[in-house]
């Protein structure tokens, strides 16, 4: 497909709809945002309006439908992906679909499967792979600079919890927020988790526990090649998005730092200091969301594989069946038992 301009619509324009769409019409140079489709109808035609994109519907069937349209963007809600995927799978369109594809490990399956009959490319938004900082990190583990690895810390605190009502919907900590850290993890390391224990509790808002979730909890995994890692996540942090890494290895470590809209540092006669981290993962990993597009469109137009595919996903979900099942047995838990 190289050198022909690649005609994509997107599907959900909420919160993460809008700043793919943004990147799509204005700083993907080759793409052509021809539709938007929402429900509410409202929405799609306030962002198509803003971005000049042409079309508008209330029905994704109508970018399903259009001959002209080779790839699809899904960033309606979690439990509409699996059948969009589907239904665009076998329309015979490529797919980038946001994380997760289901909260059911059958629906992920079938959806799976039929893009494998479809023969379509599928990329999931598992963005943070794409950002800077830990593309690093990576880099430095796979090229040898910290020698043979043996641990990675992954800290990963929101700053505020989302509404009750998101998270009585949102298939709990380990598949709404550790998710993104258990893909962070294999990417990092290079290699599968076989084992994962959890210790965790309801330390910042009751609610959460009455909804049956918790809202704090220190994962443990045990890698296949024996490295062994941490995940440290909170739904408050009060200073704000705290995500950062920890490499270890025989030679050395590599760790990163949060991300800051400036560079400023105030000293006073007690104490130096500076400004709160970018607040939360829409200014945090912006340039990641542009990344991972640019990724994408790249593997659509030249026909190279994907760097995130159905089947990290996957992975990513079992990781985080076995990580629920730990917390709940109070055990560690092989993650490929969680599969069967
Ligand atoms: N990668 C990330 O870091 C990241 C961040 C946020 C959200 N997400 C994922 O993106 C998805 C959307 O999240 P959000 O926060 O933007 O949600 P949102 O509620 O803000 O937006 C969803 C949009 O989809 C529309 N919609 C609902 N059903 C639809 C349908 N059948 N067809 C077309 N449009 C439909 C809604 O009207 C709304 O405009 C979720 O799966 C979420 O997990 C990923």
Avoid at 131 to 145: C, K, L, M
Avoid at 161 to 177: A, N, Q, R
Avoid at 214 to 243: E, M, P
Avoid at 285 to 297: N, Q
Wanted: proline share 4%.
């Amino acid at each position: 497909m190289s050198n022909e301009c690649l005609n994509v619509g997107l599907i959900g324009v909420g919160r993460i709809g809008k700043l793919h769409a943004e990147h799509l019409a204005y700083r993907l140079p080759g793409v052509r945002l021809k539709t938007i489709a929402d429900v509410n109808v409202d929405a799609a035609q306030a962002c198509a309006t803003r971005l000049g994109v042409p079309v508008v519907s209330s029905d994704y069937r109508a970018i399903l439908d259009d001959r002209d349209i080779q790839a699809v963007v899904i960033c309606s809600p979690t439990n509409t992906h699996a059948q969009i995927v589907v239904e665009t799978a076998g329309a015979g369109k490529h797919i980038f679909c946001e994380k997760p594809i289901d909260l059911s490990l059958d629906r992920v399956d079938q959806a799976l499967a039929a893009v494998a009959q479809a023969g379509v490319l599928l990329q999931l938004g598992f963005n943070r792979r794409f950002d800077a900082n830990f593309a690093r990190v990576r880099q430095a583990i796979a090229s040898g600079e910290v020698g043979t690895l043996r641990f990675v810390h992954i800290v990963s605190r929101d700053p505020a919890p989302p509404p009750i009502e998101y998270v009585k919907v949102s298939g709990g900590i380990f598949m709404d927020m550790t998710i993104h850290d258990f893909d962070m993890a294999r990417f990092l390391v290079g290699d599968e988790v076989e084992e994962v224990y959890v210790s965790g509790g309801v330390m910042v808002d009751p609610a959460i526990g009455e909804a049956g979730d918790i809202d704090t909890a220190l994962t443990v995994l045990r890698f296949r090649n024996g490295v062994i890692g941490t995940i440290d996540n909170c739904r408050q942090a009060v200073y704000g998005y705290d995500q950062r890494v920890e490499a270890f290895g025989s030679r050395g470590s590599i760790q990163t730092d949060n991300n800051y809209a400036n560079s400023a540092i105030i000293a006073g006669d007690r104490s130096v200091g500076r400004d709160l981290p970018l607040n939360f993962f829409m200014e945090r990993y912006t340039e990641s969301f542009l990344a991972e597009m640019r990724a994408f469109v790249d593997a659509v137009l030249t026909g190279k594989p994907v760097a995130v595919t159905g089947e990290d996903a996957r992975k990513a979900m079992l990781i985080g069946l076995a990580a629920r099942r730990s917390y709940e047995t109070k055990r560690p838990e092989q993650v490929f038992n969680c599969g069967l």
